[in-house]
């Protein structure tokens, strides 16, 4: 226990772990280029391992070969947790001076904890409204979900969702509160969907029910695309069974069917279900209006000074009605979710809000206080003596 407590707390540790930190950072800027902010973060910050792959960016010589593992953001951070623990159960005791100490590294502590909830529960996506319209979901492009829609209750629709992560294995899954059940047969993250001509596509069409036994489709995969903003056509081939397993017939779903075309029915006896491939979404319990959004210039010029919304925030039983105006820098925080003026389209008609949902987003301000605290005390408590001493003489 002795020679593992003095691993994991030596000081030579930490120089290792930040300095690999560095080139962590260092080598995810430079995938950045070719895989995004997003990819990239997913690759490099939230992994274990990662491997990197030189780009071929000298002409006629091919580096491609060369790869370099390193240690992702969740070893290096949980490495970094335990070299802060296991630094102050051997070397430090808690004294009024080294308060300061503790406040910096308790700070640092903080931050690491904070990271890791930010990543695993935090969600963001946009919601766009149109101007005397209302929304109470928001979705985001970078996820995408077969849902099966049941519209049979006029008051509500009951959507069954699936993550396409669980349609890429091919497996069949069930359907929660219903007799069916679906398997993905052909999974593309991105390609393109268009009108059969003479030129062979490079998939054959496999689907008989829906869309494409109506219009005659051709499928061809696509290189997945990591630009900022780059919108992938995930597209599938899915299989329905009902409950006695026999196939109700193979559809074509993609992101890029959706409200322009009729919508796809699978009926199940008496029962009718609407399917579609759909970014994912976020369901809210309550719903955001658009009274007026404004979108200023600086007069003379094309150059904007402000993007500003009137919104009125609604509950769904109307219990509540909060009016808020969103403006850069000044989102709306309402039921856990925070508001941001991100974009706008449709001629200044529609505005696009980013919604944030990150329970942990007070974690980094109280971090910071306490190591601004921490190293003011500490360098105060440096400075005290010295001046005593000068006095000394």
Known sequence: MKPALKFFSSLK??????????????????DQVE????????????????????PDFIPNINLSWIHLPLPGGYLLGGLLFINLLAAHATRFKLTWKKSGLFCIHFGLILLLVSELITDIVSEESQMPINEGSDANYSETVLD????????????????????VDLLKKGKRLSIPETDLSVQALKYYPNASIARSSGAQALE??????????????????????????????????VEIFDANNESLGVWL?????????????????????ELALRFKRYYHPFK????????????GTDVPYNFSSEVYVKDMDNSIKQKALIYMNHPLRYGGLTFYQASFANEDTTSIFQVVKNPGWLIPYISVLLMGFGMSFQFGMHFLRFLKKERNG
């Open 13 to 30: 540790l930490t120089v290792v772990l930040l300095t690999l930190s560095l080139l962590l950072i260092f080598f995810g800027t430079l």
């Open 35 to 54: 895989y995004g902010i997003w990819e990239t973060q997913k690759r490099y910050f939230e992994s274990f391992i990662v491997v990197w792959s030189c």
């Open 144 to 163: 995408n979900e077969l849902v099966l829609i049941d519209r049979s209750n006029s008051d509500y629709d009951s959507v069954h969702a699936i993550p």
């Open 204 to 237: 054959k069409p496999i689907g008989n029910k829906g869309l494409i036994q109506r219009m005659s489709l051709s499928v061809t995969p696509k290189p997945k695309e990591y630009t900022e903003d780059a919108i992938n056509t995930a597209t599938a081939y």
């Open 253 to 273: 779903v993609s992101n890029v069917i959706d409200d322009r075309f009729p919508p796809q029915v699978v009926q199940s006896g008496n029962q009718s279900y």
């Open 288 to 299: 955001v209006e658009l009274v007026d959004f404004k979108h200023d210039k600086y007069p």
